[in-house]
């Protein structure tokens, strides 16, 4: 029996679906992810190419829009667990140039930029009510990587009941092994797996149904 047979015999892998409402959260996207001689390889690169296209559709459909940035302070004096695991990321303080989100996909006013030191968007952060105040019910996931800070804020996302899906052509990890397997698990259990196509695709026509429902109205 193969994998995915397992879990749909055990009734996983269903669809959440869309709600009314979605924002488009970018988990990282700063150069040292795109480094490969600091955090970054693997399909990094490419992840952030298709995510530029879908950022500038989002901004046109006016979606909330949503950056995150790992900085720990420059004594480290915030640096926990997670830098005795990886004591590189210690280096992503403020000013630095490895924290500094890449250019393909720097931020506009009105776009939100959360600092964070643990891997998940929404531990320690604002993130929760931020969405909650925009009305949001669908959190769209692009970044990296893929098994690390993409799947942590996937879980929380899940679990703070957004519905959540997971942009798979962009989001990217240094190694193909991890990003394949946390995208099979993530799409069984805790969100949707969308192409960016799939995901601009269904916008549209939500858009303009809409539309064509205010017409008919008037």
């Not at 709600?19 to 992810?33: C, E, W």
Request: charged share 20%; hydrophobic share 40%.
């Amino acid at each position: 029996m193969s994998d995915k047979a397992i879990y749909e015999k055990q009734g996983f892998g269903n669809r959440s679906g869309f709600g009314n409402s979605a924002a488009l959260l970018m988990v990282d996207f700063v150069n040292g992810f795109n480094d490969p001689a600091l955090f970054g390889g693997g399909n990094i690169g490419p992840a952030i190419q298709s995510t530029r296209t879908l950022l500038d559709f989002a901004r046109k459909a006016g979606l909330p829009i949503v950056h995150t940035r790992v900085v720990y302070a420059e004594d480290g004096s915030d640096a926990g667990v997670f830098c005795l695991k990886a004591p590189g990321l210690k280096i992503l303080t403020e000013d630095a140039a490895a924290s500094q989100i890449v250019s393909e996909l720097t931020p506009v006013p009105g776009e939100y930029v959360i600092r964070k030191t643990q891997p998940s968007a929404f531990f320690g952060t604002s993130l929760t009510p931020w969405l909650v105040g925009k009305g949001v019910d669908t959190l769209l996931v692009t970044g990296c990587t893929t098994s690390g800070c993409v799947r942590a804020t996937v879980i929380d996302s899940m679990s703070s009941n957004f519905r959540t899906i997971v942009v798979t052509d962009c989001v990217g990890d240094r190694a193909m092994g991890p990003h394949e397997a946390n995208l099979f698990d993530m799409g069984q259990k805790y969100a949707d797996l969308l192409t960016s196509a799939q995901v601009m695709e269904h916008l549209e026509r939500r858009s303009s149904s809409q539309a064509l429902g205010k017409s008919r109205a008037t």
